[in-house]
């Protein structure tokens, strides 16, 4: 679909893949090929990884395979292959991103980048899930769902039993939490577990199409939202879908934001498509036929994806303001589009959470993860340091009261940061969709718990509004160490902490061979101002 609309395009005078560069030459496509091949082996090399080092189930079936089994008996030699893989791909994707850096004489085209994506995915949807074992969470509280129980009132262990096999492969600190999940969410995996019953295997399948599913909205909508915002589509390709941490936790990790964000970024780009090109000062025509629509709809399926996770919903907001500024940018526009999207947002909300026979417990439970005290949050991390410190000077043990003081006061800097975007984005002076990123990224890192998959929510639709050099920059770093920072296993070690040496060194040593091999064929960076990505955009 991607390479049907960018031909389209290119005829119609409009060359939207590459932002004003030409096709790549000889040299160019050959360090494209082997930048493919290198990516796609680190691919295959961690689905191999991911057989012993994987967050496989309690009763894994690999076990006893000839060949294959050895893998789970293995750790440290399973391990390596895992970490290579992940250099690999880390690796492949960041020479990838100078070969479709905006601003060059030649760059990579949208098919070029999309047949990339395909070759580099296609191995990590045999992976065992890897990173996290929340998969195995969303059978369990399907399954409570698909037993006619209220998944808001109870956990795995209480519905189910901890015999169930179900429960088992649930981490012990959420087997007694009831689900966070919104209620679309619980509905799919309720018509999974009907498909599926216990076997867990299956039900990683069928969940990892739906991530699959969420992953392809997202690349759907990101080149034709990048268009929309002077952005080059193949740089909001390459960060936002073929970032590693996409790769490493919806398509590996199997985890429901590729099912929200997707349903997010896929509704804003909807409700565009009713929207005529207006400058911030007009003139601006009267309603189009359809547009009223085409922003219903749009809203709709944002709210879908916030009745899978909750923090789509503030994509509202910035729709909001985009059309508000349409109608003529007063505050009587704001309040009446915030009241219309309102309407939109609680009557489809309400069908989804009724028709689904859950009600709204779900709005009890959206703080569930804040149980785990998590370094990665600042605030989180500011109360541990405040309260270490207070041991220090003999003040006592007060670290759980500074981590509920630092929760409480990132609790309202998020929100205010969000607020301050929005308005910056309704008097014109951010684009909305790099406030949206923006605003998710302050809403989640100043929340009560981070995990490295959160920073998709920020990236995603920012690789789609912000494309200015820097921004790329520091994204790209921040992507490459989040990626490498959290090891396939999704648990603990059990005491056998050598094995992580030994994985570490075995891996760097093959990755460094594997560079060496190639290092003729690596691409080079090209200089390009800060100010040559992004036009203005209207």
Do not use: C
């Amino acid at each position: 679909m991607v390479a049907g609309d960018t031909t389209r395009l290119a005829r119609a005078g409009d060359e939207p893949g590459r932002a004003g560069s030409g096709p790549l030459d000889e040299r160019e496509r050959r360090q494209l090929d082997v930048v493919r091949r290198f990516g796609t082996v680190g691919s295959l090399l961690l689905t191999i990884g991911s057989l012993g080092a994987g967050a496989a189930p309690v009763f894994n079936p690999v076990f006893r395979i000839p060949v294959l089994g050895l893998f789970s008996r293995m750790t440290t030699v399973a391990l390596a292959f895992a970490f290579t893989g992940v250099f690999m791909i880390v690796l492949a994707w960041l020479a990838l991103g100078r070969l479709s850096r905006p601003g060059r004489a030649r760059a990579v085209s949208v098919p070029q980048m999309a047949r990339t994506l395909v070759m580099w995915i296609a191995p990590l949807v045999f992976t065992v899930p890897s990173f996290s074992r929340d998969v195995y969470s969303y059978l369990a509280q399907s399954e409570i769902v698909a037993m006619g129980q209220d998944p808001y009132t109870v956990g795995p262990a209480q519905a189910l039993g901890v015999n169930h096999p179900l429960t088992q492969g649930v981490p012990t600190m959420w087997r007694e939490t009831p689900s966070p999940y919104g209620p679309l969410f619980l509905t799919l995996g309720k018509a999974i577990n009907w498909l599926t019953g216990d076997h867990v295997v299956a039900g990683v399948a069928a969940h990892r199409a739906l991530a699959l599913l969420g992953l392809a909205m997202i690349i759907w909508a990101l080149p034709r939202l990048a268009r929309r915002f002077g952005v080059s589509p193949v740089s909001a390709l390459w960060l936002g879908a073929a970032n590693p941490l996409v790769l490493f936790h919806l398509v590996v990790g199997v985890h429901n934001e590729a099912l929200a964000i997707g349903l997010m970024l896929v509704g804003f780009e909807v409700a565009l498509r009713g929207m005529p090109r207006v400058t911030p000062d007009g003139p601006f025509p009267p309603w189009q036929r359809g547009e009223l629509l085409w922003y219903a709809v749009g809203a709709a399926v944002i709210t879908l994806g916030a009745a899978v996770k909750i923090p789509a919903a503030l994509a509202l907001g910035f729709l909001g303001v985009m059309i508000a500024r349409r109608m003529g940018g007063s505050w009587k526009n704001l309040f009446a589009v915030a009241g219309g999207l309102g309407v939109v947002f609680a009557v489809v909300l309400t069908a989804t959470s009724l028709g689904s026979g859950l009600g709204y417990g779900w709005v009890a439970t959206l703080n569930t993860a804040a149980t785990i005290k998590s370094w990665m949050a600042p605030m989180t991390a500011l109360g541990f340091g405040a309260g270490w410190l207070g041991i220090v000077l003999g003040l006592g043990n007060h670290i759980d009261a500074a981590i509920t003081a630092g929760r409480l006061v990132g609790a309202v800097i998020g929100p205010l940061i969000a607020a301050k975007l929005l308005l910056d984005s309704f008097r014109w002076k951010l684009r909305p969709l790099t406030g949206l990123g923006v605003s998710l990224g302050a809403v989640l890192v100043f929340g009560a718990t981070v995990q490295p998959w959160y920073l998709l929510w920020a990236a995603v639709p920012l690789a789609a509004g912000a494309g200015n050099t820097r921004f790329r920059t520091a994204a790209m770093v921040v992507s490459a160490v989040l990626a490498v920072a959290l090891g396939p296993t999704g648990a603990t070690f059990d005491g056998r902490v050598f094995v992580l040496p030994y994985a570490y060194i075995g891996a760097i040593t093959v990755t460094l061979i594997a560079v060496t091999l190639v290092r003729k064929h690596i691409p080079r960076t090209e200089w390009t101002p800060a100010g040559a990505v992004t036009p203005p955009t209207p």
